[in-house]
């Protein structure tokens, strides 16, 4: 379920090596990392169930199709049974979905045997986006679509785990990550329909769930909408004018907008 | 046993007698140690009817299973009915004593009866030694501790009370290993009652762990866990606890006046921002503690240690003061006359206020800084108008017809939260067991620090079964004997793995948390007893009846009775908050 996380321009392999033994004591699905912690995160991990994932076009999916099929190739041979690549975001903005469709089946061709994850990074994509990249990742042959980054103006809410799951259907994974930091947020994650979570507070998750245990419908009491909203942290200065426009539109019209008020005061 | 070193001794100042206290074999088990295995102990030799500073009444050092053997396990209990509150009470101090009382060969001391001079305690190798104290009466903490290491050993680790303490000051405090406190409650104050000074430890022994290969991988996971933490990792060892100035600020709930309003306007010039760019010399931590929150400061004057974050409140936003280095001073002054920041700083924003409304004779001005350790002075040495400040602000109050204005909870002062903006943190308050506290259950994490999630801090939804969860997990961690700062961190399976890998037992989750039940009932039943019912958990009208003028926490009010019930029916008590009878029975107490 979880895909244990590292991905900092700064980690080095002593944080690596506790990342795989941090896997394995807690027996976390997979860790992802960055291509050049590949080979190691393997010879780490050999005789245990965890699997490594690579990401791939990291963190703009700016690079070209060429690029990122070499990325993945290397990750595979070095060990790597799961891709995470970015997606041509200006692509699908521009709706070039030929683009952004052959930049994806790009990456399942070279990943094979690997499966595909692709990210979609959604704080920078409308609803009807999201849905067209979910659709183009489905065509191109990937297994999972997931929501972000964590390097984007924000990461995964319920809303588009929810949409995105509701576009992909069952039989394709849906991965929430990004600012996934307690046992609540994973919930939430996981009562919207995703079925990995890609964390870097995993240890910090399996931590509070010992506290779930006890009281946890106090644990888990419904809350404020606008706190798990996307709308509630839209940037002008980290989002493209349209896509920011589009979520503080949305929160206008928003049906919690009357009886949720007071948090705007 | 690992863990444990299965000896507890007892001396009774009195006559001089020692022994060694036989426990019975299940109680390690049912009660741990430090405060739960004190207030069990207390339990069994005092009445509800104990006068605190009479010489029968028992002060207890304890430790617990962990002391010695993993992270921030230096820190000990003291408990003892508080004179301040007359509830049962244990104070929590951080630094080595506890670990060094175990290389010295104990896992706690009981001291009874009243020496017929001043005596301080030498134990080293499991066995005690009273030692003449008379040419230490009278000095101030930290020389105190250079005394008594220069009569002993250098190693030692001593802990001991100033003046505030020999002259029976009610919220006298404990310090040890320089300015670490066990502040709450007035311990220093019974401590003085039995003419002791200080207690000096020190010793080589080997605390016993069951499994170290175990605890080997453990403590190299908790330090991963303990640096990714945002507040353990970079919050506290960045800025100290003083990092929640600006946070609570923020929040406006950081109470200025005496808690008349919750927005401080000058809370950045008093922040752990400011402290760290003006005051800071360095970091520093207590016995095997990789968070390091401590502050070792200087000012134009004097160097010391802090402030904390209550401490600069309690010394500077509450009573309006922004002058930081007179806070800092303030201060340091508390740590060397040994007294509890918080209700000193509790007591004078009461005077403030009854002097603001002309009903106390005294010359006080919201933010007077310059007069502001000559109060603190007076109060430890009980002088002028000192002697009414030395018993807190509920008698004060109460002397001068204004019970209202003292800000307190069983006659505890409450600290730096505002309960107005944070429901659960307000029914923590309320239902603590020795007052007005804000470590017996800090919602605080939940509320605002979003640990381990984020709770609706103006809902009363689910706050009591949070509230009950917190204060048993506390009960527990402080009779494991470990800092809190670890619960921002971690949860209870972890602390469960530690003992069970410590002592080599098979605790559960589930046993560990029904142990904190036990011990936070026990506790109930005992300030039951003492006459304490639901009249007694309550607040000060102001949190109940005024709304906060400003801030994002304005016109907030505390919902306290539609929680109080809740939190009754959970705890198993009856409505007027008396401990039932199934209950005592299911938690074999």
Known sequence: MIDHTELSAHSGEKKITQLCNEARTFGFFAVCINPVWVRTASEKLQGSEVVVCSVVGFPLGASTSQAKAFEARQAVAAGAREIDMVINVGALREKKEDLAGSDIRAVVEASHPALVKVILETCYLTDEEIVSGCELAVAAGAKFVKTSTGFGAFGAFPDHVCLMRRTVGPDIGVKASGGIRNFKDAWRMIQAGASRLGVSASVAIVEGLSLLQFAPFAWLEDEIPCHICPSRYASLDKQPKAVYAYYKKKCLTCRHLDMYNRFYE | ?????????????????????????????????????????????????????????????????????????????????????????????????????????????????????????????????????????????????????????????????????????????????????????????????????????????????????????????????????????????????????????????????????????????????????????????????????GRSTKTNNKQGEGPEYESVWALGANL?????????????????????????????????????????????????????????????????????????????????????AAMQVKGLE???????????????????????????????????????????????????????????????????????????????????????????????????????????TLERSFNVQAGFNRRDDSLPPRFLQEKLPEGPSRNRVVQLDEMLDRYYAIRGWDGNGVPLPQTIETLGL
């Open chain 2, 1 to 293: 046993m690992s863990g444990w070193l299965g000896k507890i001794a007892k001396v009774d100042l009195s006559s001089g007698q020692q022994e060694i206290v036989p426990i019975p074999a299940d109680w390690q088990r049912r009660y741990l140690g430090g405060r739960g295995l004190g207030v069990k102990l207390y339990t069994t030799l005092c009445s509800p009817a104990t006068d605190p500073l009479a010489a029968d009444n028992a002060l207890i050092f304890m430790t617990g299973p962990l002391n010695g053997t993993v992270m921030t396990s230096g820190r000990y209990q003291v408990i003892s009915r508080s004179p301040l509150t007359l509830t049962i009470c244990d104070s929590s101090s951080g630094g080595s004593f506890g670990a060094v009382l175990k290389q010295a060969g104990l896992d706690g001391l009981i001291i009874q009866g009243r020496a017929k001079s001043p005596v301080f305690l030498a134990i080293h190798e499991g066995k005690i030694e009273i030692r003449d104290a008379g040419h230490l009466w009278g000095l101030n903490t930290q020389q105190t501790q250079r005394a008594v290491i220069g009569e002993t050993d250098r190693k030692a680790s001593v802990a001991c009370i100033g003046p505030a303490g020999e002259n029976q000051v009610l919220f006298a405090s404990i310090l040890n290993d320089k300015d670490r406190a066990a502040g709450r409650g007035g311990m220093g104050a019974v401590m003085g009652s039995k003419n002791l000074k200080a207690l000096a430890v020190y010793g080589n022994r080997e605390v016993p762990v069951a499994n170290p290969e175990a605890m080997k991988n453990l403590t190299a996971r908790l330090d991963r866990i303990v640096d990714k933490n945002p507040v353990t990792g970079k919050s506290l060892p960045v800025l100290g606890t003083s990092v929640l100035v600006n946070v609570m600020n923020a929040h406006g709930m950081f109470p200025v006046h005496n808690f008349r309003r919750g927005v401080f306007n000058d809370a950045e010039g008093i922040s752990g921002e400011k402290i760290a760019e003006s005051l800071l010399q360095r970091q520093s931590a207590c016995y095997k503690c990789p968070i390091a929150c």
């Open chain 2, 320 to 404: 309006g003061i922004s002058d930081l280095a007179a806070i800092t001073e303030a201060n340091y002054a508390c740590n060397e006359l040994g007294l509890d920041t918080i209700t000193m700083g509790g007591t004078l924003g009461c005077a403030m206020e009854l002097a603001a409304e002309g009903v106390f004779p005294g010359d006080f001005h919201w933010g007077d800084a310059g007069s502001l350790s000559s109060w603190i002075e007076d109060t430890a040495w009980q002088r002028g108008i000192g002697a009414e400040l030395a018993q807190g602000s509920r008698r004060l109050a109460e002397k001068y017809g204004r019970p209202e």
């Open chain 2, 414 to 520: 409450i600290p730096a939260y505002d309960p107005r903006g944070a429901q659960g943190m307000a029914l923590a308050f309320a239902t603590s067991n020795r007052g007005g506290c804000h470590m017996r259950a800090y919602l605080i994490g939940p509320e605002i620090l979003g640990h381990p999630v984020f709770l609706d801090r103006f809902s009363t939804a689910g706050k009591a079964e949070i509230v009950a969860l917190f204060q048993d997990i506390s009960a527990l961690v402080d009779s494991l004997t470990l800092c809190r700062f670890l619960q921002l961190a971690v949860g209870i399976s972890t602390f469960t793995e530690m003992l069970n890998g410590v002592t080599g037992l098979d605790f559960s989750d589930e046993e560990l948390l029904r142990v904190g039940r036990r011990i936070y």
